[in-house]
C-alpha cells in the first residue's frame, strides 16, 4: 500500500511533469486491467476513490466483478 500511496502522490503533485503523472496512471490502469491479482481488496478500493477519473473506473470494474468477502 505505501507504494501506490507514493505513486497517488507524484500523481497529486503539481510540480511533477505531467508526463510522469500519465505515466503512473497509464500504468496503475494497465496493471489493474490485465493483473487485478495483484491487487488486495483494500488497494482496490482505494484505487477506486483517486481523483483521476481512469483508476476508479478500471478499479470499479474490478471491484464488481469480485466475490463479496
Known amino acids: 500500500m505505501s507504494t501506490l500511496e507514493a505513486l497517488h502522490a507524484i500523481v497529486n503533485d503539481r510540480n511533477a511533469p505531467q508526463i510522469i503523472r500519465d505515466h503512473i496512471v497509464d500504468s496503475l490502469q494497465f496493471a489493474l486491467r490485465n493483473h487485478p491479482g495483484y491487487f488486495t481488496r483494500k488497494e482496490i478500493q482505494w484505487l477506486a476513490q ?20
Open 50 to 69: 483517486w481523483d483521476d477519473t481512469r483508476i476508479p473506473i478500471a478499479a470499479t470494474k474490478i471491484l464488481n466483478e469480485m466475490k463479496p468477502d
